[in-house]
């Protein structure tokens, strides 16, 4: 059970097509191998937990899944980091040993516990979110952190439980920061500390405000060279997360590189390499 001193709001969730005496049992994330053409099998629909598949699977790309009986499923990619290109005539390499970045569509209704469920398995300590909260294909966002600092939204399945605590928020010029803590009642003394992101003026065709872009950009990269695990990866979502996500993770790695002295920058090999992790990542010249 969670401390009584909580400020909760309870959120059952009722998953379409599911009962809800069924009990949710804690399995860790598994990697796993979906193609265009797969389904997972269970009373849950997949169309009713990913807004977006057939823009998003790639035949070899991983998908986090979780294998139970009622058939979760979140739309999210792991993308590998991407090594500098040092030889002009050879393209970035996968570097499959390591993970930087989820990149998922934006949380449903259907599948809102599940992302913070792969926060916490993943111990994610930040979140990108590219969009501002309404004006989008899936109308208003939904806001799946609490709405006031110090209050949580509390999540229940079955006989599982979430809590995720608002910390604090400060507003800049086209972006938020916002301090979030999640937990679970089986490690309440171990919660996961999340900085999560906001960028509120990148609508979806269209582009940022430069200057505003490289402010929010620089933001993150201090944050998250100053937690204390580095090798956490980032959960990035727009919409669908592909478009905005790609572009962001984009600009991200190539900061790396060339903050690194990568001797040359390959733009459409490095877009090359976040396809094979996720398909159709940034889908217009817009976006860049």
């Given at each position: ?7 909760c ?59 139970l ?5 979140i739309?999210?990619?792991i993308?590998?980091a ?20 989820i ?18 398995q ?14 989008e294909?899936?109308?208003d ?30 507003k ?24 999560h ?50 572009t ?13 002295g990568?001797?040359?920058?390959d ?8 396809r ?9 010249t817009?976006?860049?």
């Amino acid at each position: 059970m969670f401390p009584d001193n909580l400020m909760c709001s309870n959120w059952n969730m009722r998953r379409p097509g599911a009962a809800n005496s069924v009990a949710w049992k804690h399995h860790k994330l598994e990697i796993r191998l979906v193609s265009r053409k797969s389904s997972v099998r269970g009373p849950v629909e997949v169309s009713q937990l990913a807004s977006y598949l057939e823009e998003c699977l790639h035949p070899k790309s991983p998908i986090l899944a979780e294998q139970l009986t009622i058939g979760r499923y979140i739309n999210a990619s792991i993308i590998h980091a991407i090594q500098p290109c040092n030889d002009p005539y050879w393209p970035p390499a996968l570097d499959e040993s390591r993970v930087d970045y989820i990149a998922t569509q934006a949380p449903l209704v259907s599948t809102v516990g599940d992302f913070w469920e792969m926060v916490i398995q993943l111990r994610a300590n930040a979140i990108v979110m590219l969009a501002p909260a309404s004006g989008e294909r899936l109308y208003d966002f939904l806001h799946y952190w609490p709405r006031s600092v110090g209050h949580c939204l509390f999540y229940k399945w079955g006989k599982h439980e979430l809590a995720v605590r608002l910390e604090s928020e400060d507003k800049y010029s086209g972006y938020v920061r916002r301090k979030i803590r999640v937990m679970s009642p089986s490690d309440v003394e171990n919660p996961v500390n999340v900085v999560h992101f906001q960028v509120n003026n990148w609508h979806e065709n269209g582009a940022p405000v430069a200057q505003d872009f490289r402010c929010f950009l620089a933001a993150y990269r201090i944050a998250k060279y100053k937690m204390a695990d580095k090798t956490s990866p980032t959960i990035v979502h727009c919409n669908n997360g592909t478009g905005r996500t790609g572009t962001f993770i984009a600009a991200d790695i190539l900061k790396s590189h060339l903050e690194g002295g990568a001797a040359y920058v390959d733009i459409y090999g490095l877009l090359e390499q976040l396809r094979v992790c996720r398909m159709n990542m940034i889908q217009k010249t817009v976006s860049l």
